[in-house]
């Protein structure tokens, strides 16, 4: 597929460079046995790219949103899954703009080399769903430790991270003035919790994504692990968003392209009828579709990279790219399974595993339904639904 070079084709050769060291077969294989793909992650640490967005004082390469965007893209239109591994990218940035001096010092420089994952943010709970403001898992404050109970699930790679983000209740609902208010955001040393107070059971899914429930009974938190104000952690998390919607964007664009390379070159090659079945206008024009759909999604992630780069407001930007980027990569990918025919159901094409990864993004980390509910009261100012 041709597509014009931008001004981050330097990167993005590199980011490709050390992708086509892992070859679909990797990617299948990892796929097949539910693993985790440890040696991608090491490389990609290794050659500093997860730690594109911590500022160069702190061991990172301090890039924009845009250039880490691109590094996701490329992760996942090289044939991987950035899944794995995007929540390092990201998750520290709660730290980043609310911990306090020491707390950057002390994490900022270790996950920056990777010695530290930090791949886990554990918000959702089985009762309150999307409602966050419903959260029921409670940290009270004992002395110089806080107390965790309750239960979280679908929270990610807590197998394979060091350090996990928790959003807790530190304030009854009941009362507080706002629901949004009374709660708080703590680091949780996953190998200690492990041993005391934290029970981790894993959710065999639909995609090899390495997800959890957690059971907290009495688990201990030093309270200097507090991040920011103590209450004011719904806020944090919401703060953080932006950057994880256009990242996610990025994902699904790169698994758009991906999609329309693979069925773009299938559909010229197979021969059917006496001719290609590209040659056919049914299959030419969902093909064609999808790729004004992944090329406009495109446009919109780099407005909210721009905007974000700039520090001005991008939540609707950054949303609507999440929103156009997922439906985009989605049709893409139909378009191509349908396209590969009985092919594109076999393990060996990789489209049945790229079609279930971008299925994800529909749902998770926020739903459509949420983001069309976000324009609709925020940008649109219509009637709050809740
Ligand atoms: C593989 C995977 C990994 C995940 N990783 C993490 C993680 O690391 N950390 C974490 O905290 N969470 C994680 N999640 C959770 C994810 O963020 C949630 O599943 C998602 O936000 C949707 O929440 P829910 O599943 O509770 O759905 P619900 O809130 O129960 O919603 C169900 C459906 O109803 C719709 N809906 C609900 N309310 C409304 C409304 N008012 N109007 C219109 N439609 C509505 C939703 O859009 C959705 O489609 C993960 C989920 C999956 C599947």
Redesign the pocket.
């Known amino acids: 597929m041709k597509a014009a070079p931008d001004r981050y084709q330097d990167l993005r050769d590199a980011v490709r460079a050390l992708c086509a060291q892992f070859p679909d077969s990797y990617h299948r294989d990892i796929d097949a046995k539910r693993a985790y793909p440890e040696a991608f992650v090491d490389a990609l640490t290794t050659a500093g790219w997860l730690a594109a967005l911590i500022p160069t004082e702190y061991g990172g390469s301090g890039l924009g949103l845009a250039e880490a965007s691109v590094i996701m893209e490329e992760i996942n239109r090289s044939g991987a899954n950035a899944g794995a591994c995007h929540g390092q990218m990201y998750n520290m940035g709660t730290l980043l703009r609310h911990g306090s001096d020491a707390q950057k010092q002390l994490y900022l420089p270790k996950i920056a080399s990777g010695e530290w994952r930090l791949q886990?943010?554990?918000?959702?709970e089985p009762t309150s769903?999307?409602d966050t403001t419903k959260i029921r898992t409670t940290a009270v404050k004992r002395g110089d430790r806080y107390v965790v109970n309750g239960q979280k699930v679908?929270?990610?790679r807590v197998q394979h991270s060091d350090w996990m983000i928790l959003l807790a209740r530190t304030t009854p609902l009941a009362e507080v003035k706002k629901k949004t208010e009374g709660m708080s955001i703590f680091m949780v040393d996953l190998r200690q919790a492990e041993k005391s107070g934290m029970a981790v059971r894993p959710i065999a899914?639909m995609?090899n994504?390495e997800?959890n429930e957690l059971f907290f009974e009495n688990l201990e938190i030093p309270a200097e692990n507090l991040i920011g104000q103590e209450g004011k952690g719904f806020k944090y998390i919401l703060d953080g968003l932006n950057a994880e919607r256009t990242l996610i964007a990025a994902e699904c664009i790169g698994d758009g392209w991906w999609f329309i390379d693979r069925v773009t070159k299938y559909a010229s090659e197979r021969v059917v009828f006496g001719r290609p079945i590209g040659q056919n206008q049914g299959v030419q024009f969902p093909i064609a579709e999808s790729y004004i759909e992944v090329a406009a999604a495109n446009l919109m992630r780099f407005r909210a990279c721009e905007l974000f780069d700039a520090h001005q407001p991008c939540g609707a930007e950054a949303n609507m790219a999440k929103y156009l980027a997922a439906k985009a990569s989605w049709e893409a990918a139909n378009a191509c399974i349908q396209f590969h025919g009985g092919f594109g159901f076999a393990d060996e094409y990789d489209v049945e595993r790229k079609f279930r990864e971008t299925r994800?993004y529909q749902?998770?980390?926020?739903?459509?339904?949420?983001i069309l509910?976000y324009v609709a009261e925020h940008v649109l100012g219509l009637p709050r639904?809740?």
Not at 120 to 124: A, D, I, L, P, Y
Request: without cysteine.
């Open positions: 886990s943010m554990g918000v959702t769903g999307t679908w929270i990610s899914n995609v994504h997800t994800l749902v998770a980390p926020i739903s459509t339904n949420l509910s639904s809740f």
